[in-house]
């Protein structure tokens, strides 16, 4: 019976997973480099149909500004598991400090008056608006190839989950004209400040995405490479409202009135996060 037990105790080991074997091996990879973010949006907005009780005067004004991502600094880490040295299974997570700004910003109004040939206008630079986004931080799961030798090409690429997204805005927008002196020919414009955070419309938007990148391997001791790398990340669009928001001061009656017509005709923010790291690092294969 005991050679018939020792039978059967080395096929049934045989089926089990295998410890590393030499040509198996886990990595450790550090990184360190920067982002450039792929997001940009025009808003254009007014406060809606102005009524004039004065024959003859027609009243057309609009605003705009534009959200641009910018690029920042970049961490990751990441872990592979390598069987035969070759394909690997790679968890990362990335830190990307990547920020939004605010440009352009103006606000056009023009009356026209009866009996007078030109119209009357005014055009507002309403200067720059800070918006802060919140640091990505997106986990991955990656398949992982490399080729063997002293200098070795990799490429991986899998899914990735972002975290949820959050902006903080403190942006200035024109409300419109709320004063036109006739014998001048002179309009003032309201401008408020907006401020506070804006909040996702879709409390269950996916988060998942995926990822893909490629670099070099330079070997520079026995357990020890130097890593050059370029990673492009993909996440589905994600609707955001300009919601919470707080004026700089007290508004009168008018420019109330302006500020709720203007925020229901003030485009949300569609940030679609996708971007591309160049990073460079440290291998330790074990």
Do not use: C
């Not at 360190?32 to 024959?55: A, E, K, W």
């Not at 056009?108 to 200067?127: I, R």
């Not at 070099?216 to 492009?232: D, K, T």
């Amino acid at each position: 019976m005991r050679p018939k037990l020792a039978a059967l105790a080395l096929a049934f080991a045989a089926l089990l997973p295998s410890p590393l074997s030499a040509g198996d091996g886990f990595e450790l990879a550090g990184y360190l480099g920067t982002s450039f973010p792929g997001y940009s949006q025009t808003f254009t907005y007014d406060p809606g149909p102005v009524s004039v009780p004065i024959p003859g005067v027609s009243v057309t004004q609009s605003g705009s500004f534009d959200l641009d991502a910018s690029g920042g600094l970049v961490f990751a880490g990441g872990a592979t598991l390598y069987f035969g040295g070759v394909v690997g299974i790679e968890g990362r997570l990335d830190w990307v400090d990547a920020g939004l700004e605010s440009r352009g910003q103006r606000y056009d109004v023009s009356v026209t008056l009866p009996g007078v040939p030109q119209p009357v206008t005014a055009a507002l630079d309403l200067g720059v608006g800070m918006v802060d986004l919140d640091t990505f931080r997106p986990w991955s799961v990656n398949l992982k190839i490399r080729t063997p030798g002293s200098v070795r090409l990799m490429v991986s690429g899998g899914i990735s989950r972002r975290p949820d997204l959050a902006f903080t805005v403190e942006q200035r927008i024109g409300l419109g004209a709320s004063t036109l002196d006739v014998p001048d020919l002179e309009l003032d414009v309201s401008t408020v400040v907006l401020e506070g955070m804006l909040v996702p419309d879709e409390e269950d938007a996916s988060r998942w995405g995926f990822n893909l990148g490629g670099g070099l391997q330079f070997r520079i001791g026995e357990n020890v490479s130097l890593v050059a790398e370029a990673r492009y990340f993909y996440f589905k669009k994600q609707t955001f409202s300009w919601s919470a928001t707080v004026p700089d001061r007290t508004l009168s009656e008018t420019e109330q009135m302006l500020l709720d017509a203007t925020l229901e005709r003030l485009p949300p923010v569609e940030f679609e996060p996708q971007f591309f790291l160049v990073t460079g690092g440290l291998a330790i294969n074990f």
